[in-house]
Nanobody
Framework: QLQASGGGLVPAGGSLRLSCAAS????????MGWYRQAPGKQRELVAS???????TYAGSTKGRFTISRENAKNTVYLQMNNLKPEDTAVYYC?????????????WGQGTQVTVSS
């Protein structure tokens, strides 16, 4: 189970930090990530982090967003700086667990991020 939090309304240029808590623990999840979906658009990957720490970012967020994971708290964070109105979307936490039989996706509930111009 994934529980996301931290969304809100901020002015352009502001910052927010999203949190995603995994239960029972984060160790069984190979890759944690954040996706977002704006009205009328498809869900897109924002950033991801693998168990070994390898990170991936969407081009539009690179240099502004930072994903990190704190295994002791079973939590993944998305620090978002210099937010732009086009970052407005519902953000979803995602976990991928790989097995010999394929990949299983886990999704948290969305958290709204609104950036005013």
């Amino acid at each position: 189970q994934l529980q996301a939090s931290g969304g809100g309304l901020v002015p352009a240029g502001g910052s927010l930090r999203l949190s995603c808590a995994a239960s029972p623990n984060i160790f069984s999840i190979n890759v944690m990530g954040w996706y977002r979906q704006a009205p009328g658009k498809q869900r897109e990957l924002v950033a991801s982090i693998a168990q070994g720490g390898l990170t991936t970012y969407a081009g539009s967020t690179k240099g502004r967003f930072t994903i990190s994971r704190e295994n002791a708290k079973n939590t993944v964070y998305l620090q978002m700086n210099n937010l732009k109105p086009e970052d407005t979307a519902v953000y979803y936490c995602n976990g991928k667990r790989f097995s010999d039989y394929g990949s299983i996706d886990y999704w948290g509930q969305g958290t709204q991020v609104t950036v005013s111009s």
